[in-house]
């Protein structure tokens, strides 16, 4: 089992920058991957950002050059490093976790990210 904490979350004006956290915490579970999707109101839920074994790092175009995923495999924790937020950057974040395996997915209770114009 895999339980999952965000933090970080919050109001920002545009131009502005925050840093979400997630810590997982696994039981029997080898964790291959963590990453952060979000939803805004009215629309799908979406990758941000996603780091492979602790090294392969994809971003969502929307966010390429802004944000930046990092995370350390020892700990099982994830960052994202927001910068140079946007009033469309406004959605509530999800950190998920991927176990090796089973490649089941863990998904954490979400924080939200409104950043004003």
């Known amino acids: 089992q895999v339980h999952l904490v965000e933090s970080g979350g919050g109001l920002v004006q545009a131009g502005g920058s925050l840093r979400l956290s997630c810590a997982a915490s696994?039981?029997?579970?080898?964790?291959?991957?963590m990453g952060w999707y979000r939803q805004a109101p009215g629309k799908e839920r979406e990758l941000v950002a996603v780091?492979?074994?602790?090294?392969?790092?994809n971003y969502a175009e929307s966010v390429k050059g802004r944000f930046t995923i990092t995370s350390d495999v020892r700990t099982n924790t994830a960052y994202l490093q927001m910068n140079n937020l946007k009033p469309e950057d406004t959605a509530v974040y999800y950190c998920?976790?991927?176990?090796?395996?089973?490649?089941?997915?863990?998904w954490g209770q979400g924080t939200q990210v409104t950043v004003s114009p």
């Open positions: 998920k976790a991927q176990s090796s395996g089973w490649r089941t997915d863990y």
């Open positions: 780091m492979l074994d602790g090294r392969i790092a």
């Open positions: 696994a039981t029997r579970v080898i964790i291959r991957s």
